[in-house]
């Protein structure tokens, strides 16, 4: 079982940078693979990106390929969304994922966080 916390959301302008945090609870942090979803007012949630449990594999959606860069630090049981040149269309709640398998993180992944609000301004 883990818990997932996010931070970091809020208002920036085209063009701008936020950087999102997921904070975790459990001993075995370093065993899920980590990710991140996002929904648009009145969209459907939708994959960001993903982490295998080492860092060592990264995936993206074509949306935010070149611009967001996940990482994560298991010593701080922590995962991150470097969000930079972000858009209006980028606007959503952003949700911090877990699951053990990779594949499946970026289909249906176990856990989920509450969700922090991104929006940016035109």
């Known amino acids: 079982q883990v818990q997932l916390v996010e931070s970091g959301g809020g208002l920036v302008q085209a063009g701008g940078s936020l950087r999102l945090s997921c904070a975790t609870s459990?001993?075995?942090?370093?065993?899920?693979?980590m990710g991140w979803f996002r929904q648009a007012p009145g969209k459907e949630r939708e994959f960001v990106s993903a982490i295998s449990w080492n860092g060592g594999r990264a995936t993206y959606a074509d949306s935010v390929k070149g611009r967001f860069s996940i990482s994560r630090d298991n010593t701080k049981k922590a995962a991150y969304l470097q969000m930079n040149s972000l858009k209006p269309e980028d606007t959503g709640v952003y949700y911090c994922?877990?699951?053990?398998?990779?594949?499946?993180?970026?289909?249906?992944?176990?856990?989920w966080g509450q969700g922090t609000q991104v929006t940016v301004s035109s």
């Open positions: 994922v877990a699951d053990y398998n990779y594949d499946a993180l970026a289909h249906r992944p176990d856990y």
């Open positions: 459990g001993r075995t942090f370093s065993s899920y693979c």
